[in-house]
């Protein structure tokens, strides 16, 4: 399999993990939806619906990673899971991950 194809079958069957589960119970129409453009190779989860204790609808990224150059780079992450380890459990060489946005903080 062609590393480029290997990675995004890890980035998905990473992120598929953050889309079990709703947030806010019973007065919450949270849920988490995948958000995935292949042929550009980026890759989201993000958190929509009607909050019902805040009256508000709720459009938020929950993670993001892209696929640069070999790279599997997470753009963001607001969950409480480990993507990296995600990804190196799932085939992606722990020298080919980034994350940019820790990066000159």
């Known amino acids: 399999m062609e590393k480029i ?10 992120l598929n993990y ?29 958190t929509q619906g009607w909050d019902g204790v805040e ?3 709720i459009n938020e990224f ?3 990673i ?13 969950s409480d899971v480990d993507l990296q380890q995600g990804l190196v459990a799932n ?5 080919d991950i980034e994350v940019p946005y820790l990066q000159d903080v």
């Open 62 to 64: 929950v993670a993001q």
């Open 18 to 46: 953050l889309l079990k589960g709703g947030y806010g119970g019973k007065q919450s129409n949270l849920r988490n939806v995948r958000v995935y453009d292949e042929a550009e190779n980026r890759f989201a989860v993000v």
């Open 91 to 95: 085939g992606v060489s722990a020298e």
């Open 66 to 78: 892209d696929i640069v150059d070999d790279k599997v780079l997470i753009q963001i992450n607001l």
């Open 5 to 14: 194809e290997l990675y995004r079958n890890a980035v998905k069957a990473t």
């Open 55 to 57: 009256e508000e609808y």
